[in-house]
């Protein structure tokens, strides 16, 4: 009975140690599949063909530490921590993301699916939040002068884009530039970053130069203007359409008399006889 009992706590002690060892993979691969079968089950409009592209397609995981500190300092996740897993799928045919979202530790030996998210992934432009963040910056260290209601309009507004004029100093001494740096500045577009002050008739402007789409925008000038000399500055550009050439149209061909227009002739004329 003593060996009887012995060989089953054997077995029971290699089948946790083996359940206990398994690879992150095996965790993953399980985590995967069960993010499969919740989104076939959460989400009932998709296709057959859709639902069999999320059955046999591997899924993109996304994840982000949410507890505990993100590394021990190697630059390993510490075990310790949270860590929120989004396990998406692109599927044909859908505009949106499909991402399971859950909660687990860094490994996913514990991930389960908590709600199916849905959603649109836009990507930031980034030429513009970096000509933004330029623009903001040069105002706060330039215009010093500002009340703080307007330095927190310029820190917490976004500004209006225009394409202006205004006369910049491209003097490559004054520039500490070459004349060919000069040369090439001047062939740049001209964009202004404008932000409303606390007052209706004044405006903040940071005038810069770059792409037309901000990239490599930087900053020449700021100034605070009203709305009428902002005006003044600002390019309107008049789209030109071509008009359509309208060709004469020619008369219509002259129609024969039906088959009921003679019988009726024929029966006037026999009246008459």
Sequence with gaps: MNKVQGIFHAMVLTALLLGGCQSSEYYQERAVNRAREYLLKKCTTLTPLQREYVKFNKPLIMSETVIGDSTDGSGVISPHARVQFNIAWVIPGKEKL??????????????????????????????????????????????????????????????????????????????????????????????????????????????????????????????????????????????????????????????????VEKLLEEIVQENKG
Excluded: C
């Design 98 to 259: 499909h991402m399971v979202y859950g909660v687990s530790d860094p490994s996913m030996a514990m991930w389960f699916p908590e709600r199916l998210i849905i959603k649109e992934f836009v990507q930031p432009d980034v030429a513009r939040n970096n000509a933004f963040r330029a623009g903001r910056l040069y105002a706060l260290n330039t215009l010093l002068s500002l009340p703080l209601a307007d330095t927190n309009r310029i820190r917490f507004e976004l500004p209006e884009v225009f394409k202006t004029d205004y006369k910049l100093d491209f003097n490559p001494e004054d520039r500490g530039i070459t004349a060919e740096e000069a040369q090439a500045m001047m062939k740049l577009a001209q964009t202004s970053l404008v932000w409303n002050g606390t007052t209706d008739n004044q405006r903040i402007v940071v005038v810069g130069i770059g792409q037309p789409d901000l990239k490599s925008w930087n900053p020449m000038i700021s100034i605070t203007t009203t709305p009428d000399e902002l005006k003044k500055h600002v390019i309107t550009e008049e789209v030109k359409l071509e008009q359509p050439r309208i060709e004469p149209v020619p008369p219509p061909p002259p129609k024969g008399k039906s088959d």
